[in-house]
């Protein structure tokens, strides 16, 4: 029986892994990639989104993850630090478990979605709540794992976007071919970095942010690489504004970030793939979340939701090319925030007896 082996095994051709390399796993990647026949007739294209809260986590932090503890864990060190909005701090947790090592998680107090501090409390991690942003809590987290023998795993340190990449080896693999569009949420900025390295190698091509020359002596698998649309949300919109937002606030905490990392690499994609980067609102976003779940069948995070709120957006005036083949990228699990999910909706039902009669009524039927 063939169970999918994990991305590093499933692409080590084209990932900077030797095969006498320790690797830690969950089977991440593997993804799927499901067809949104009633997102297509909105926009007037075919859309796909690439459901990455199925990863063991629920969000793509695991992609980066398994290859930024492999190599952690094949230099010796033995305890890994993140800053996060809480799904690096998630999938950190678990990987450091599953490598045998320490895990620290820097967190803005009272910003993290319950599901996912749940997350790190269970997997064990030593939690730092800082009275301060993601910015804050990344800018010492950088100090922390300069001054000690801590193993920094942000999408600052390159094997995370190495890991990344393999999504859009997925969607290619998938298709046939490169999409036409590819849209993502944008908040540190390390994902849309990664898919456009993906896509780029997948074409033969190098990105400013490639350093793995295995994958860059690979054959071509397409020709082309699609359009990278990024968004970022209303109040935490740095690489739109193109200036640093000092306090960034968006119901979706995930992509609360107001100076991301990789911000040079966004604009690359971005200018290079003749894409975009634009913001939604904290409305946009939410919409979209109900739209996904109510008409797609998927229930994603708030942060996830921005790529198709931006789709719908751009849709909306007359910029979705007619028939264009276009995939979103929805990043994390509906499940880690339910609070956002269900604000403002009613979920105290009428409690009725145990009989058929009174169920029937409540239904309606
Ligand atoms: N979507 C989700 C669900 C995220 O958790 C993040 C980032 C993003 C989108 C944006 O990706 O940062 O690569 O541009 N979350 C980080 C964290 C910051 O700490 O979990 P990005």
Redesign the pocket.
Known sequence: AHQWQGLIAEYRDRLPFDDSDPVVTLYEGGTPLVAAPKLSDRVGANVHVKVEGMNPTG???DRGMTTAVSKVKGEGMEIIA????????ASAAAYAVAAGLGCAVILPAGKIAAGKLAQAIVHGAQLVAVDGN?DDCLRLTRELTDMYPVALVN?VNPYRLQGQKTAAFEIVDALGTAPDIHV?????????TAYWMGYSEYAGRTTLASFDDAALHMPAVTDRVPQMWGFQAWGAAPLVLGRPVPDPETVAT??R?GN?A?WKYAEEARDSSGGLIDRVTDEEILEAQAILAAEVGVFV?P??A?SVAGLIKTGAAGGVPEGATIVCTV??NGLKDTATALAGRDIDPAVIEPSLDAAVKVLGL
Do not use: H
């Open positions: 969000s793509f932090k993140c800053a996060s909005t809480g799904n690096t701090s993601f999408s993502l949420p944008v908040g540190n900025a390390g994902n849309i995930a992509i970030i991301p990789s995070e942060a996830s921005a990043t994390g």
